[in-house]
């Protein structure tokens, strides 16, 4: 059975694995990075977070690790469970259970990870970005009077940038938009401070069009370990601005399920995320 690898936040337990009875000789960090290096060998990771016990249980520690791939995040608690690793002692690993009065609403990744994804899924020759049109849309306005004392209402930095990312492999596009607004002050910014603030704008834009870009791919993987791409085109309402600026400037077309063998695989750094609740499973 194909399974899919959307370009979201996994959220799901079946991509989350519990993982305790960690020795509390080595620090949280050397931990993390033992972990890291033993579970990436059966998928590309998302997420690998380090907890001490609590004050009632023996010194020690436990872990959350999330996969993008369900596969994975089972070949991995399969292999793993009551096994040493990378200690003297075995450490248990079951995949997730979480609380589910509350329904979490899937998270798109931001344009890092997403490349990330990509990448991994891909390869790095495997997909490429271009930019449509990237313009400012600032309404800067300058006083005629330095010395009027009458405050200008706030005004803000505007940059909109349209993009594709394209897949040759899968004669695959998915057009993107960003639309990004900062607000300045120009009387207390500065010449240099505006222009540092004009270049973070510009490159903001960009990276949230190249991660809706992203949201609009479904990655396929069949059984046989091919890789395939969907293309689903959002639904989302698109901002009228983004929807003007936008017309008549993208085509795209797209021959979905075209299968691709290559993979490539990519160091992850983990970033901190929000606490969870998670409910470790009983103890045998």
Same mark, same amino acid.
């Given at each position: ?135 400012? %849309? #600032? *309404?800067?306005?300058?006083? &005629?009077? !330095?010395?009027?004392?009458?405050? +200008? ?114 160091? %992850? #750094? *983990?970033?901190?995320?929000? &606490?969870? !609740?998670?409910?470790?499973?009983? +103890?045998?």
């Amino acid at each position: 059975m194909a399974e899919l690898v959307p370009f979201a936040v996994p959220i799901e337990r079946d991509k989350t694995l519990l993982v305790w009875e960690l020795s509390s000789g080595p620090t949280a960090e050397a931990l993390h990075h033992s972990l890291f290096t033993a579970f990436s060998q059966f998928g590309l990771l998302y997420s690998v977070r380090v907890f001490p016990n609590a004050a009632v249980a023996h010194p020690g520690f436990y872990a959350v690790i999330k996969f993008y791939s369900a596969r994975a995040a089972c070949r991995a608690q399969k292999a793993c469970d009551r096994k040493q690793l990378f200690q003297k002692s075995p450490v248990k690993v079951r995949l997730g259970t979480r609380h589910q009065a509350v329904q979490h609403q899937a998270l798109a990744l931001n344009s890092s990870r997403c490349q990330e994804l990509a990448n991994y899924y891909f390869g790095f020759n495997g997909w490429s970005k271009r930019i449509i049109k990237l313009q400012e %849309l #600032s *309404d800067l306005e300058e006083r &005629e009077n !330095e010395d009027s004392m009458v405050p +200008l209402p706030k005004q803000s930095l505007k940059f909109f940038c349209a993009l594709e990312v394209m897949l040759p492999a899968y004669d695959c596009r998915s057009p993107g938009v960003g639309l990004v607004e900062e607000p300045v002050d120009k009387v207390e910014e500065g010449p240099l401070s505006l222009l540092m603030k004009r270049k973070t704008a510009q490159k903001l834009a960009i990276q949230k069009a190249l991660s809706d870009a992203f949201q609009k791919l479904l990655i396929v993987v069949l059984e046989s370990g091919k890789i395939a791409v969907e293309y689903r085109p959002s639904e989302d309402i698109i901002d009228v601005r983004c929807e003007e600026e936008l017309h008549g400037l993208i085509q795209v077309h797209c021959s979905p399920w075209k299968q691709y063998g290559q993979e490539e695989e990519e160091y %992850l #750094s *983990d970033f901190s995320l929000e &606490e969870e !609740e998670f409910r470790l499973p009983e +103890l045998d």
